[in-house]
């Protein structure tokens, strides 16, 4: 059976990010206007607006961490415009380690990413690792 074509876009966006391929994610994965809303109660947490705005966002993390973040999909569930990965986070920072698992919903219109939500399972953790 092939994998349904949200599955390979939402894979696709965390394998760019794991590689900084910044071009190929804007150029071929995110929509002219995606919206990632960010949770929390931290520095970061925000909607982010357009290809800019949310590659500022993801090359921040990216940079911040010295690029040991990581985050690794572990179970997707699709519907036709959605898809839910349930992924684990990794990263390093000032000495201090976060891992973290949760959920990112996608919500894909026309092949692009258009916007994401980002369901942390300890937000106040991730918040203090990013804004301390």
Not at 31 to 43: E, L, Q, T
Not at 51 to 67: F, I, M, P, R
Not at 91 to 106: C, I, K, S
């Amino acid at each position: 059976m092939a994998e349904h074509p949200n599955i390979t876009i939402a894979g696709n966006s965390y394998d760019a990010m794991a590689k900084a391929n910044w071009d190929y994610l804007r150029d071929e994965l995110l929509a002219d206007d995606v919206v990632f809303h960010v949770p929390g109660r931290g520095s970061l947490a925000r909607d982010y607006r357009g290809k800019d705005e949310v590659l500022g966002y993801l090359k921040h993390l990216a940079q911040s961490t010295g690029d040991t973040l990581r985050m690794e999909p572990r179970t997707f569930l699709v519907g036709d415009d959605h898809v839910a990965t349930m992924l684990r986070v990794f990263a390093e920072r000032q000495g201090r380690v976060l891992e973290d698992t949760g959920l990112q919903v996608y919500r894909v219109t026309e092949g692009k990413i258009s916007e994401r939500w980002s369901y942390p399972d300890n937000p106040d953790a991730v918040d203090a690792f990013f804004t301390s």
